[in-house]
C-alpha cells in the first residue's frame, strides 16, 4: 500500500554494537537524527563516541534494556519517533544453545516489549534484524526469500519467532510498515578505522578470528573441516562488508516512508567465498603470514550459504558494492588501530 511518511528521527536499538554503530554513521550522514538505546550487554559506549567523531554529529544515548518496558516508553514519551531500526539482541548460536531461556527472554520478550510501546506511542515503521540463520540447512542455493525456514539452533528459532508475530501484527493493523532484512555474514570496518567488530573474548567468526591470528593475539585458525563439497572443501559464505549493510539499512527505511506492509529481504553479495579463500586474501592484504590447521567440522554448520540477492535490488534499489579484499582491508585496519577493542 502506497503512503508518504516523513521519517526523520530513528530509535537505533542495539545501536552501540556492530553493525547498529555502522547504521548510526549511515544514518546520521544522511540526515536522519538518531537516538539509541542498548544495555551494553555486548559493546562499549565508546562505539557511540566514535560514530559522532566520524560524522561530527550527535547522538542522544540512552542506556537502557528492552527488557525495562519503563525505559522504553520514556523514550518514546520523550521524543517524537519516527522509526525504529531494531539491531539489539543476543547473537551468539553456541551460548544461545546453552542458554535458550536467556536468548528467548532477551530477544523475543525484548522485542515484544519494544513493539507495545511503538504501538501505545502509534510509532509503526520497523526495520528489523534477522539472520540467514533461519534457512537452517539451505538445500538449494542461491537461497532466495522463499526457501525454507527451518533455523538450526535457538538463536535462529527467535529470529524467526519474531518475524512471525511482527507479521501478525502487519496482519492486525494495515499502516505498518515492517522490513524484515536476513543477513548473511557481515565483516568488515569502517574506513576510518575508528569503528569495528569487537568480540568479547575468542571470536566465534572466521574474520574476527583471522584477524587476531594476523595480529598475533591468537595462534592459529582452526578450519572447521576440508570436506565438505564446495570449491576446495571447506565452508563457503556470503561475506558482505558491513557499510554495505548499514547502506541497505537506509533503503529500507526509504522504502517503509513510502510503502506500508510486510516484506523479507536477504541481504548478501549473491557470492560466496570459501574459509581458504578468506584466509590466503586476508594474508595478501594484510602481508601477514596467517597460520591455519584444518580441525573437524563444527556442529550445526552447513556446507555453503549464499543469497539470492535480486528481490533486495529491485525493492531497495541496493546493492553490496564492496569486494571481499576491501572487506578484508578494512578489518585489518580495524584490528590493527584497536588491537583491543575499544578498551
Ligand atoms: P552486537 O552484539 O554487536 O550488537 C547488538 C547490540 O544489542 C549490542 O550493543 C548489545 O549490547 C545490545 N543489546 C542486546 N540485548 C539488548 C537488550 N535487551 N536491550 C538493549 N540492548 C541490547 O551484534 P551485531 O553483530 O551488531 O548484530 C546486530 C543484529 O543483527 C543482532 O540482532 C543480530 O542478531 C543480527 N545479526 C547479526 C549477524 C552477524 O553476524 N553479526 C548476522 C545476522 C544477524
Ligand atoms: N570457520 C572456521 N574457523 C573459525 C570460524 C569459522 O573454519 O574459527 C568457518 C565455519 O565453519 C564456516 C565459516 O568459517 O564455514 C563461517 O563461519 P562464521 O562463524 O564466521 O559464520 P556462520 O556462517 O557460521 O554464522 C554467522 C553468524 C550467525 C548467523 C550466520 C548467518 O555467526 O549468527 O552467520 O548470518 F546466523
Redesign the pocket.
Known amino acids: 500500500m502506497i503512503k508518504f511518511v516523513h521519517i526523520k528521527k530513528i530509535l537505533v536499538t542495539g545501536g552501540a554494537g556492530y553493525i547498529g554503530s555502522h547504521a548510526c554513521v549511515e544514518l546520521l550522514n544522511s540526515g536522519y537524527k538518531v537516538i539509541v538505546i542498548d544495555n551494553l550487554s555486548n559493546s562499549n559506549e565508546e562505539s557511540i563516541k566514535r560514530v559522532q567523531k566520524i560524522t561530527k554529529k550527535k547522538i542522544q544515548f540512552v542506556k537502557a534494556d528492552l527488557l525495562d518496558k519503563e525505559a522504553l516508553l520514556y523514550v518514546f514519551e520523550k521524543n517524537n519517533i519516527d522509526a525504529v531500526i531494531h539491531f539489539a539482541g543476543l ?1 551468539a ?1 553456541g551460548e544461545s544453545e546453552e542458554k535458550p531461556l536467556l536468548y528467548y527472554q532477551n530477544n523475543v520478550i525484548g522485542t515484544i516489549n519494544l513493539c507495545q510501546a511503538m504501538i501505545q506511542h502509534n510509532v509503526k515503521n520497523i526495520v528489523f534484524s534477522s ?3 533461519v534457512y537452517g540447512s539451505c538445500e538449494n542455493l542461491p537461497i532466495n526469500e522463499n526457501s525454507k525456514t527451518a533455523p538450526k539452533n535457538t ?2 528459532r527467535t529470529k524467526l519467532i519474531i518475524e512471525n508475530f511482527l507479521e501478525d501484527i502487519k496482519k492486525s493493523d494495515h499502516d505498518w510498515g515492517i522490513q524484515i532484512l536476513r ?3 557481515p565483516v568488515g570496518a569502517h574506513d576510518s578505522g575508528l569503528i569495528g567488530e569487537d568480540p568479547k573474548g575468542v571470536p ?4 574476527p ?1 583471522v584477524a587476531q591470528v594476523a595480529l598475533g593475539s591468537l595462534e592459529i ?5 576440508n570436506d565438505y563439497s564446495t570449491k576446495d572443501g ?2 563457503v ?1 556470503d561475506y558482505i562488508h558491513v557499510v554495505d549493510l548499514a547502506k541497505g539499512h537506509i533503503k529500507a527505511l526509504e522504502n517503509i516512508a513510502k510503502n506500508s506492509g510486510y516484506s523479507v529481504l536477504n541481504l548478501g553479495t549473491g557470492r560466496g567465498y570459501s ?1 581458504i579463500e578468506i584466509i590466503d586474501t586476508f594474508k595478501k592484504v594484510s602481508g601477514v603470514d596467517i597460520p591455519y590447521k584444518v580441525t573437524e567440522r ?1 556442529k550445526g ?1 552447513v556446507a555453503a ?1 549464499y543469497a539470492n540477492v535480486t528481490l533486495a535490488q529491485k525493492e531497495l534499489d541496493w546493492i553490496a558494492e564492496k569486494s571481499l579484499e576491501k572487506m578484508c582491508e578494512d578489518t585489518w585496519n580495524w584490528q590493527k588501530n584497536n588491537p583491543n577493542g575499544y578498551v
Open positions: 547473537k548460536v539472520s540467514a540463520t538463536y535462529g543477513y548473511f555474514n566465534n567468526n572466521l574474520m578470528y585458525i582452526p578450519v572447521y573441516g571447506t565452508g559464505r574459509v563444527r554448520d550459504s
